[in-house]
């Protein structure tokens, strides 16, 4: 399958806000006893659902630093993991497979490992890698994985934790009549779920045309650096998915690119896709280092991406930076 699971060991939620509260809690349970997580640590550019600590109290999340390219601090990981004191419990990092803004792949094998030393638990978003790059559950990845159906092209409302054994598993978040194994209350929405599953074969068989979608992603970002010289194009010092560029140009408000873009049939956002409407400054670039002042657009690729959508992005964004040009001249 997609993430190469045991289909007994994943538990459909309504999506992935949900099976992220429910995996970043500090009570767990291995058959009948319990385990307890005494720390969560997160990194500063991990999506909002992981960042705000689950059923985790504030005191009990200590959050990583990124550097400039929203990579996490893996020193800082491990120094955090090493003076963590496991009389209380054990240490939980939750952090992200891939950035939903900048599309920058974090070092999870790497990640695995500083856990595995500390004897913690690994906990991975993958909702933005799944179906773009190639995961491997049963080969130790990580320990639990969150996944969103609709972010692989299936319907809104359902998403999933899939773990690597089902021995130990968080406290349900919903209680009920003992449905998923008793790990998640309510009846499942079946048609949802035969949707999802649907998704996840289309992904799995999508992943070989990456290759196709980077290439468009390299065209619409030289293009980008030709007509913006000084325009900033985020994380490109890491690995990225292919499917995503992250950018701004200075003096230019996302907000009014974004409405000039529309005009000219091209559809993008400013900032993620779960944040878009609330337009305020990216916390992933804050994390990054970067000001609150720069303005950026996210540009979504994918396989049905034509080369007439990247003439449309070329003369949208040629009509952007000669509109620039004009007011630099006329201050």
Not at 192 to 220: H, K, S
Request: proline share 4%; charged share 20%.
């Amino acid at each position: 399958g997609l993430v190469n699971a045991k289909s007994e060991h994943v538990v459909f939620t309504s999506g992935a806000t949900e099976a992220a509260s429910t995996l970043l809690t500090p009570d767990w349970q291995m058959g009948r006893g319990s385990v307890r997580m005494s720390r969560l640590y997160v990194s500063e550019a991990d999506h909002p659902c992981l960042l705000n600590g689950g059923r985790f109290p504030a005191a009990q999340v200590t959050r990583i630093g990124v550097d400039a390219n929203g990579i996490a601090d893996l020193d800082a990981l491990a120094a955090a993991l090493g003076g963590h004191d496991k009389a209380d419990g054990l240490p939980l990092v939750a952090i992200h497979a891939a950035n939903n803004e900048t599309g920058v792949i974090q070092p999870i094998d790497r990640i695995a490992e500083i856990v595995k030393v500390a004897g913690g638990i690994l906990v991975v978003d993958a909702v933005q890698a799944a179906g773009r790059v190639s995961i491997d559950m049963s080969a130790g990845y990580a320990d639990y994985l969150i996944l969103s159906s609709h972010k692989i092209g299936g319907p809104k409302g359902v998403g999933a934790i899939v773990a690597a054994s089902d021995l130990m598993m968080p406290k349900p978040l919903i209680n009920g009549g003992g449905q998923e194994k008793g790990h998640r209350g309510g009846t499942e929405n079946l048609a949802a779920i035969a949707g999802f599953g649907a998704a996840a074969r289309e992904a799995l068989g999508g992943l070989p045309t990456m290759d196709a979608v980077r290439q468009r992603r390299d065209e619409i970002e030289a293009i980008v650096k030709t007509l913006v010289p000084d325009a900033e194009i985020f994380g490109t010092g890491a690995p990225r998915l292919a499917n995503t560029t992250f950018f701004a140009i200075a003096g230019v408000k996302a907000e009014t690119a974004q409405i000039a873009f529309d005009l000219a049939g091209v559809a993008l956002s400013a900032g993620s896709a779960c944040s878009s409407g609330k337009v305020g400054p990216s916390h992933v670039l804050k994390a990054m280092g970067y000001g609150d002042s720069l303005g950026a657009l996210r540009v979504s690729i994918g396989a049905a991406t034509s080369a007439e959508d990247i003439e449309l992005f070329r003369a949208a964004l040629a009509g952007i930076a000669a509109r620039r040009a004009d007011r630099e001249k006329a201050a």
